[in-house]
Structure formats: C-alpha cells, structure tokens
C-alpha cells in the first residue's frame, strides 16, 4: 500500500478518488482550502483513522511555494494525485482567475515535489478532454480524438472569453506538467487523466445543489423544470462516470506501465440532452410534470453526426470497466434527491 498526498480533497473528482484510495487501503492525507473543509471530510468517513485519512490546509494553489508544506509527510509520500485546479466560467480576468491558478498550481508542486519530497515515485494530474479537443478540428463526423490529440489553443484565443479560458487553463497547465518532466529530469513518473462532461452520483457532504459540479447541473435544470420549454445544446457529447474517473486515478499510479502516459478516460459512447431526459422519464415517473414533453425541440445529434473517441489505453492499461450511461443518470437522479432536488 502507498501514502498519498491528494490535492483538492472536497473537489468532485476528488471526494470519490478519496473513496477508492481508501477501499484500496492507501495512506492519504488530502489538501483542503479549509478547516471546515477538512471537518466535512472527516465526518463521512468516521471509522477510518488519523493513520488513513489526514489533512493540510493549502488556501491558495496559485501561490508558487503553496505546497511546499504539504507535500512532506512521515511517513513520507510514495504518490500525489494532484486534483486541484480552478473550473468555473463566472470570471473577469481569464488570466488571473483561470490561466494562472492551473498552470502555477501545477509547476508549483512538481517543483515542490522535486525539492521536498524525493521518495515520491508517480505523480498523476486531473487534466481533462479539453487539453485534447482542437477547437479547430471541432466535433465533425469522422474525426477520431485519443491521448495523441492536444488542444492548438493560443493564449490569444484563451483570453477571448471563459470557455476559452477554462479549455486553455488545462491544456497549458498539461503541458507545462509534461514540460517540467522533461526538462528536470524529477525521480518521479508523470500521468495524466484527461476525461470529458464527468456525470454521477454527488458526494453526500456537498453543501447544496448550487456547488454542484458543472456537468451535472444539466440533470439537476432537467429535474427542476428549466428544460420544459427546450432542451438546450449538448455540447460535448461524450462523458463518463465519476467513479469510472477516480479509479482511473487509482489505477494509473497502482499499473506499473502507465507512468509517463495520458489517459483519455470517457465510456467510449456518445450521449446527448434528450437522452437524459429520456432516462428520467423511464426511471423517475414523478418528474413528468417538470420535464418537456416528447415533442419538445432541442437537445438531438447534429444532423450531419459527430466524433469518435478513442479510449483504447484506459482499457488496455488501467482495466477500466465504464458504467453504462443510463445506470450512471440513475444513480446521479437518486443522490440529487438525497440532498434536496
């Protein structure tokens, strides 16, 4: 078993990467912004020990030194799964609120691992499919993206809005990552989990519906009534499971061949809006009043169809086993209803 530094431990990704480590019997102490995020964590698992679960407060990942601390332990770490990054559109200075957190978040702690931490061996990064997807090439049909593909983003384009922003934060956070590795020749392998729209069951010490994770807001809109009148755009339209994610992170570091890779970890399939509202149709009779009705526009595959993903590592190399998309909208319906949808 390993001791593991997980950065970003109330994050959504985060929280389940938690419950895997500890199900696998991993040592983790988990960085929070916060005391209280702290006492929240402890509370949903009261059973596991000071030994198995502890905690470093880091306030500010876009510091520079911000880790300097917390990546020393004893016993000392083996792994750092570092999840921690900013993703949220409702910014005004792209740089300063999205740019500059992931990027100096994520040279931050390799430095700080490089300098402090010397027994650490594997080190796995959250990246995400938009440090993959070329706005460029866009989601035409016959058009395949795997780990091969990196976003051609420039910071020109980045700064134009939030969307641009969020997508550019990731790929140069990535890259600066892989860059880093190359150039400081660390102790440590590096991988990556680069997943797209992450769906399912919430964590039960979220605070409310408002701090739900972006993807997921759409079902909880759909449930609540705000798609009666039209089923918005899709957007991405491939996903994957938020438990499928954070064994993903788990098993990058446990395979002893997936250092120095990056994982393109989605189900493989294609989903849209309306097959979302589908499934909570045939699973959740007592929404029909606030869903649209079949004849309702909006939310279909564009005509001319769309893209292929390629996740053939993931399998290969992690084992992974993807949950079916209409058992993971099931099971993210039902934990929405445990607090309040």
Do not use: C
């Amino acid at each position: 078993m390993s001791r593991v530094l997980l950065t970003g431990g109330s994050g959504f990704i985060a929280a389940h990467t938690l419950d895997v480590l500890l199900e696998h019997g991993h040592s983790v102490v988990t960085t929070v912004r916060s005391q209280e995020k702290a006492d929240k964590i402890k509370e949903a698992h009261p059973n596991v020990g000071k030994d198995k679960l502890d905690f470093a407060i880091v306030e500010d990942i876009a510091q520079p030194d911000a880790f300097e601390k917390a990546v020393v332990s004893d016993p000392p770490f083996e792994i750092v799964l570092h999840t921690a990054s900013p993703f949220h559109f409702n910014v005004t200075d792209v740089q300063k609120e999205l740019l500059d957190p992931a990027v100096i978040g994520t040279t931050g702690i390799l430095k700080s691992i490089k300098k402090h931490a010397p027994t650490v061996k594997r080190v796995v990064i959250t990246s995400s499919f938009a440090a993959i997807l070329s706005p460029k090439t866009g989601f035409a049909k016959g058009v395949t993206y795997s780990e091969e593909n990196w976003n051609d983003i420039t910071t020109e384009e980045a700064l134009q809005n939030p969307q641009n922003g969020y997508r550019a934060s990731k790929t140069f956070a990535e890259r600066a990552a892989w860059d880093f590795v190359e150039k400081e020749k660390p102790n440590f392998q590096l991988s990556t989990i680069n997943p797209p729209l992450v769906f399912g069951p919430i964590v039960h010490y979220l605070n409310s519906l408002d701090g739900l994770n972006t993807s997921n807001q759409r079902v909880r809109d759909i449930i609540q009534g705000k798609s009666k009148a039209g089923i918005p755009a899709t957007g991405v339209y491939i996903w994957v499971d938020v438990r499928d994610v954070a064994l993903a992170h788990v098993k990058a570091f446990e395979a002893p061949n997936a250092g120095n890779k990056r994982f393109f970890v989605t189900e493989g399939g294609h989903f849209n809006n309306r097959l979302i509202v589908d499934i909570i149709r045939k699973n959740f009779p007592e929404y029909e009043s606030q869903l649209p009705s079949p004849d309702v526009k909006g939310g279909e595959y564009p005509a001319d169809g769309v893209f292929t993903a390629n996740n053939k590592q993931s399998i290969e190399v992690l084992g992974l086993k993807y949950r079916k998309f209409e058992d993971t909208i099931v099971d993210t319906v039902k934990s929405l209803q445990n607090v309040g949808a």
